[in-house]
């Protein structure tokens, strides 16, 4: 293969590789190599695909903080307590 | 508002609690009561102690405002005195399970393997309107071992960064990624199943996926 001065092939990594740096990748905290490398990776095995769009789902899902809503009544209990507080 | 004027905000109503004005602490506090519940319901899992230790946590504060180290920020302090009311809570309702609790070291090494490949659509927010899948939600993350569940729960549901849950943890900053990582591929994995629609009780398993 010919390549022009200054580029790099991107070396294939294994898919458990890739799933050990899924959660790094979505949280951004990848070289820039490591990045391109999945991002290949990515595009030819659907298998990993699904793993990354599910991780990114159940990110998004728990994030959304509806999850863990707070009781009702919380705000003014909570208050009530404080004011009788030494 | 920016984080610095958040901050000199925050620095100012402190400053109003310090010279005895206790309206002053409700402000203060006020942002941060989802906060504080979740992080409590993280350790004990239910809501009436989850309440009960937000309710301790927030009068801990106030009575000890003045240790407060402007270093900090006072949402982390607040989460860190959460997190160990907590745990004392859980350590006075079953001693015997605490010690396992805080000793346990789940397998950290080793690679996991995702369980399931099915592909997931986007998940559309109305989803989490409903009560079946905020309950599906909230067991995954409870069924989770207190390790993995504290980090994800600081991490993904509060937004803290990498140093901050590490400080209030007590681990390795590299510690908190692993974790983090495990917890979302075993929290994946539980709620997988349920994108058949089998975690909604009452509902037959349907081969559509429900996002």
């Known amino acids: ?86 | 508002m920016t984080e610095s004027q958040l901050r000199n905000n925050e620095a100012e109503l402190i400053k109003s609690v310090c010279a005895g004005e206790r309206e002053a602490f409700y402000e203060l506090v006020r942002p941060y009561e989802r906060m504080i519940y979740a992080t409590a319901i993280s350790v004990v899992k239910n809501p009436a102690d989850a309440e009960e230790v937000a309710q301790e946590a927030v009068l801990k504060a106030f009575s000890h405002i003045s240790a407060f180290r402007e270093e900090a920020r006072f949402s982390t302090w607040l989460v860190q005195i959460t997190y160990n009311e907590a745990r004392m809570k859980l350590r006075k309702a079953r001693p015997h399970l605490y010690e396992s609790i805080d000793h346990q070291e789940p397998n950290e090494e080793g690679d996991l393997w995702p369980k399931d490949y099915a592909d997931w659509r986007p998940i559309p927010s109305e989803l989490l309107e409903q009560n079946e899948t905020r309950q599906a939600v909230q067991d995954a993350i409870t069924s989770l071992s207190p390790t993995y569940r504290e980090v994800l729960v600081l991490r993904d549901v509060q937004n803290l960064s990498i140093k901050e849950t590490s400080t209030i943890l007590g681990i390795s900053e590299p510690n908190v990624k692993t974790r983090l990582h495990r917890a979302r591929l075993l929290l994946r994995d539980r709620l997988a199943p349920g994108i058949d629609g089998s975690w909604i009780k009452g509902q037959p398993y349907r081969k559509a996926r429900a996002w």
């Open chain 1, 1 to 86: 293969m010919v390549r022009k001065e200054g580029e790099m092939a991107t070396i294939e990594i294994s898919c458990v590789e890739v799933w050990r740096e899924i959660s790094n990748y979505l949280n951004e905290e990848i070289s820039p190599e490591m990045r391109e490398r999945m991002e290949a990776h990515f595009k030819a095995c659907a298998h990993c695909t699904a793993v990354l769009d599910g991780t990114r789902n159940v990110v998004e899902l728990i994030g959304d903080g509806r999850v863990f809503p707070v009781p009702d009544g919380f705000s003014k209990r909570l208050y009530k307590k404080l004011q009788k507080s030494p």
